[in-house]
């Protein structure tokens, strides 16, 4: 299923270093979303998109921001990463409203490594 | 805030074993329920999900889950369950008034022995 798409797949960056993860999808939603998962804490929310003028900070926002360059693209940045910023990275994109609220379809994720 | 929780960490169970997966949510109000699965390497995948109706949801792969109101529960079953059914899986919940909102229990990493 290649409708939610992440680049890099893996990354390996120094403290300090700006990083920028990208996603796209296919699937025509206006919601996207960036999420880290760190073992044993399931997903943690960093921001979310309503649409292309709608950005919101999620529970772990501190550290990180985005850039909502269209309908179909949502990028995260780490301004300056530090280690505890290591983690596997998931965009999701969801439905504006209507059925199928809160369904969200996941990107392969970004597996991020800050030495 | 809601929250969900996942009572078990991990859970090892033979092939052809019955598995069940707790999860119970804190919010009061109108929710939605999600069971998303990761296998190992992928990404989440949407397992089951329930919005309304039928309290007893079935998903894929043999899947099925009970919406327990007064509980505050979403319950994750399979009567036999295959080496490939190896995975974390994950509850998850929206609410009414926050339905982008989806809030993710902590995983149970399953793994199930041939």
């Known amino acids: 299923d290649a409708d939610v798409t992440q680049t890099p797949r893996n990354r390996i960056t120094k403290t300090g270093k700006r990083i920028m993860l990208e996603c796209s999808q296919t699937?025509?939603?206006?919601?996207m979303y960036w999420y880290r998962q760190d073992p044993g804490l399931g997903l943690q929310l960093i921001y979310y998109?309503?649409?292309?003028?709608?950005?919101n900070k999620g529970e772990i926002s501190d550290g990180y921001s985005v850039s909502r360059q269209a309908q179909a693209k949502f990028s995260l940045s780490l301004e300056s990463a530090i280690p505890n910023q290591t983690a596997l990275y998931f965009c999701?994109?969801?439905?504006?409203?209507?059925?199928?609220?809160?369904?969200?379809?996941f990107g392969p994720g970004t597996r991020l490594t800050v030495l | 805030a809601q929250s969900v929780s996942q009572h078990n960490h991990h859970v090892i169970l033979s092939e052809a074993a019955s598995l069940e997966l707790g999860c119970n949510y804190s919010?009061?109000?109108?929710?939605?329920l999600f069971w998303y699965v990761q296998y190992p390497g992928q990404h989440l995948q949407l397992l089951l999900k329930?919005?309304?109706?039928?309290?007893l949801v079935k998903g894929i792969k043999g899947f099925e889950a009970e919406f327990i109101k007064s509980k505050f529960s979403f319950n994750l079953r399979k009567p036999s369950v295959q080496w490939s059914d190896t995975a974390e899986y994950f509850c998850?919940?929206?609410?009414?008034?926050?339905?982008?909102?989806?809030?993710f229990g902590a995983g149970t990493t399953v793994t199930v022995r041939a």
């Open positions: 998109s309503f649409d292309v003028k709608d950005i």
């Open positions: 329930y919005f309304s109706g039928d309290p």
């Open positions: 699937k025509g939603h206006d919601r």
């Open positions: 999701a994109t969801s439905e504006g409203g209507g059925a199928g609220i809160g369904e969200q379809f």
């Open positions: 919010y009061g109000g109108t929710v939605n």
């Open positions: 998850a919940v929206t609410s009414g008034t926050n339905d982008y909102k989806l809030s």
